[in-house]
């Protein structure tokens, strides 16, 4: 007799805090992503475009039609001393001032430092500033990803990666760092904003130069409430420090897939942030959390 089948239900909420549309440098519109992710079985999503919350209107209206649970953020960009560091923002009022000003002038020197390196790209390549504009499209958040576009669309790369790989990692020569407010100031802003701050990849050597810990302490010191420990660019030990770190610094840690559509291999959902952490980072934000109504 073959064993009686034992009913388990599977509860577990999916939910997946870093992502990004075409409001930056994603290649899903945000309604996209929405759809995407319940394609993906995502229950819950924070769409965080680089320096902008320009998808956070077509993402919301596309609550209700996929059935997926929305947290309106940003990806905020900042510097320590040269070295980039992403501080993730959720549920910040729109319409917090300071807020809106520091983003809105990141995305200036986006477009300055953009020029700057497509100035020194054009030397040696067929790019433009006005192609790299082009292909940015709506998005008022300018980066590498849309240069990389531009020379991809000029038949030098076969795609993005390729193109980050050969000329446009920050170690290349045609490299420059965009200026930014030091992380401390970020998160300051976003608490001051009603924002729940988290440090994205905060362990990512692979990208460059990472923060020591006790830059990430003093974030913490400042209101830092999460890291986000599982990320593709994090290394195994990576993840294990981000771990420890946290737990020594009292703070639950995320994770998340940081997906961008078809510029990258991330897939939706391929890390995960728990329920309980979830709902208590929420807690913490000024605005609400849109669900799409029962039934
Ligand atoms: P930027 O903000 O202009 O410095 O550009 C950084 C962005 O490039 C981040 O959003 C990364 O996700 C993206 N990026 C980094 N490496 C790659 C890669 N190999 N392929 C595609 N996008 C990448
Ligand atoms: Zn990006
Ligand atoms: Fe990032
Ligand atoms: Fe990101």
Redesign the pocket.
């Known amino acids: 007799m073959p064993p009686a089948v034992t009913a388990i239900t599977l509860a577990t909420v999916r939910i997946d805090l870093h992502t990004?549309s075409t409001a930056?440098?994603g290649t899903d519109s945000p309604a996209q992503v929405l759809e995407r992710a319940a394609a993906a079985a995502i229950d819950v999503v924070a769409l965080t475009d680089?320096d902008s919350i320009a998808g956070w209107e077509e993402a919301a209206a596309a609550v209700e039609p996929t059935g997926v649970v929305l947290v309106r953020g940003a990806?905020v960009?900042a510097s320590a001393g040269g070295i980039?560091v992403h501080i993730l923002s959720y549920l910040h009022d729109p319409a917090d001032r300071a807020l809106a000003q520091l983003l809105e002038h990141t995305r200036t020197m986006?477009v300055r430092?953009?020029r700057a390196m497509v100035e020194g790209l054009a030397r040696d390549f067929p790019i433009t500033w006005e192609a790299v504009v082009a292909l940015a499209g709506d998005a008022q958040?300018?980066?590498?990803?849309h240069?990389?576009d531009a020379l991809v669309a000029a038949g030098v790369f076969p795609?993005?990666?390729a193109?980050?790989?050969r000329v446009?990692?920050?170690s290349g020569p045609y490299h420059l760092p965009?200026e930014a407010p030091h992380p401390r100031d970020v998160v300051t802003a976003i608490r001051a904003a009603g924002g729940v701050p988290v440090m994205a990849h905060p362990l990512a050597a692979k990208?460059g130069r990472v923060v020591g810990d006790d830059v990430i302490a003093d974030l913490v010191d400042h209101g830092l409430a999460a890291l986000e420990a599982f990320h593709r660019d994090h290394d195994p030990a990576a993840v294990v420090h981000a771990r420890r770190l946290a737990a020594r610094l009292g703070i639950p840690v995320t994770g998340a897939s940081?997906y961008?559509g078809a510029?990258?291999p991330n897939r939706l959902g391929e890390n995960l942030t728990t329920e309980a952490v979830f709902e208590a980072l929420v807690g913490q934000g000024r605005i609400e959390v849109l669900r799409p109504s029962a039934g």
């Open positions: 990004h930056s440098d680089h990806e960009s980039p986006r430092r953009g958040t300018v980066g590498r990803p240069m990389a795609d993005r990666d193109a980050f790989v446009l990692h920050t965009l990208r940081d961008h510029g990258k």
